[in-house]
């Protein structure tokens, strides 16, 4: 049996890749930034804006979703691709990192959450069975186990058991998915591609803007026909979360399980960005690169900043997201290569520069640090779209540079380069929340 899913490695530089990684709605170029979509949308960005400014990959989150519009609504109008316009490649995360982010509005058993909207109120119970047909429903390429999410600074014990607890669902989210005509095996990936190194292998979904490749029918190869119908369905991968905190025994431990749980097409590795420090975060990393399968994608889930991505991928991460950009876009603020600018500030009221000289991206071409000042202070709606689109650009672009830099064999150079302009900034990073919309 074969999968539409493959991973080709196309060249390395120690332990960073530059792969292609093919699903049904296209293959995206890795190591790759995914926005975040959380309610299938990016925050102020349509389909064309995002493509435009380099996206190959989206992330929505089945918590959301299904409180609002609900997951059978989405199921029934199309599923995620149709509803939302894109046409690529798109990523649903299970919604544990939000049901364990509502505090006292969860209790936590071994069947599931229960757990109260944070829209309404209203009682909601989450198991891994049910997780599984709510992404099912939605319809995204890539979906992820439902997880035991803990802060990054818990005790070995706390750790052990959430890590254990996911495992545990792991098998039961993996038993639901076969039940609905998933298939977890399969693989024909892992080769490497025949391009030189240091050839061009350009970006984008689907070979044109979103609005040139979906038809009336909806995304993709998306048909007319009902989509509750099993056989109408599009293929999935389910990922496994390897869990285990900063402990490096349970991280180790958790992968090899997981492994032999099933023969999974990637694999997300959770609980970093969630208040532990950046060295262990980086550690963990180090720890799970040798433990995890070369030929399959790993996903490192919620971590978006710069300086993250850059040695997330150093230590052989393929595919991030975080809402860090569309946030701080909201709030003023604008990554830049050398460290970033709260356009906020007095001092950009008359500056005549782009945020950023460097960048390419539809902001920087056009717009002044004055004018983008003058619509924040304004209140102006079109200042934290353009802000948005930028911080958008810059990751997506930034990972680009990282692919050329693996291909061409120079990538702790350039890396390190890189984090040297970054680290001339002294702001403080907020972390990553993602139990609110982006």
């Known amino acids: 049996m074969t999968t539409p899913f493959q991973l080709t490695i196309d060249a390395t530089s120690g332990a960073a890749r530059a792969a292609r990684y093919t699903t049904p709605h296209g293959t995206i170029e890795t190591p790759v930034f995914m926005p975040v979509g959380t309610l299938a949308t990016v925050k102020s960005l349509d389909p064309d804006d995002l493509f435009r400014a380099g996206a190959s990959m989206l992330l929505a989150n ?79 390429d890539v979906i992820m186990q439902f997880d035991h999410v803990i802060p990054g600074q818990s005790e070995r014990e706390a750790a052990r058991d959430a890590s254990e607890r996911s495992l545990r669902w792991l098998e039961r989210c993996r038993d639901a998915f076969l039940g609905t005509g998933g298939r977890v095996g399969g693989w024909t990936g892992g080769g490497r591609a025949g391009g030189e190194a240091g050839e061009e292998l350009g970006c984008g979904v689907l070979g044109g803007p979103p609005e040139l490749n979906i038809g009336a029918s909806g995304a993709g190869s998306a048909t007319e026909s009902s989509p509750l119908e099993p056989e109408n369905r599009q293929p999935q991968a389910l990922f496994p979360v390897i869990q285990g905190g900063v402990y490096p025994d349970l991280r180790r431990d958790a992968a090899r399980r997981a492994r032999e749980i099933g023969d999974w097409l990637g694999f997300g590795i959770g609980g970093l960005s969630v208040g532990e420090s950046k060295p262990d975060m980086y550690a963990t990393l180090e720890v799970l690169n040798p433990e995890l399968p070369t030929d399959r994608p790993r996903y490192l889930m919620g971590v978006g900043f710069p300086e993250d991505l850059i040695e997330g991928v150093r230590r052989g991460v393929d595919l991030f997201d975080c809402v860090a950009p569309t946030r701080m876009g909201r709030n003023g603020t604008a990554f830049a290569r050398d460290g970033r600018i709260n356009i906020k500030r007095a001092e950009y009221r008359t500056d005549p520069r782009p945020l950023d000289a460097e960048c390419d991206c539809a902001t920087c071409k056009r717009f002044s640090r004055a004018y983008l000042r003058h619509l924040y202070v304004a209140d102006e709606l079109l200042g934290l779209r353009l802000l948005s689109l930028h911080n958008v650009h810059f990751l997506t672009s930034l990972m680009r540079d990282a692919r050329r830099a693996i291909i061409s064999g120079s990538y702790d150079h350039w890396a390190d380069e890189w984090l040297r302009r970054l680290t001339t900034s002294p702001s403080a990073r907020p972390r990553d929340d993602r139990v609110t919309a982006t």
């Not at 149709?82 to 690529?88: K, V």
Request: proline share 5%; aromatic share 10%.
């Open 62 to 140: 089945a918590y959301h979703l299904h409180l609002r519009p609900g997951d059978e609504l989405v199921r029934d109008l199309g599923g995620l691709h149709h509803f939302m316009r894109w046409p690529g490649p798109i990523l649903t995360d299970s919604g544990g990192f939000q049901v364990f982010s509502l505090e006292t509005l969860r209790t936590v058993s071994e069947d599931g959450v229960e757990f109260r909207s944070h829209i309404d109120g209203s009682k909601r119970w989450f198991t891994p069975e049910s997780v599984m047909q709510i992404e099912r429903n939605l319809g995204a």
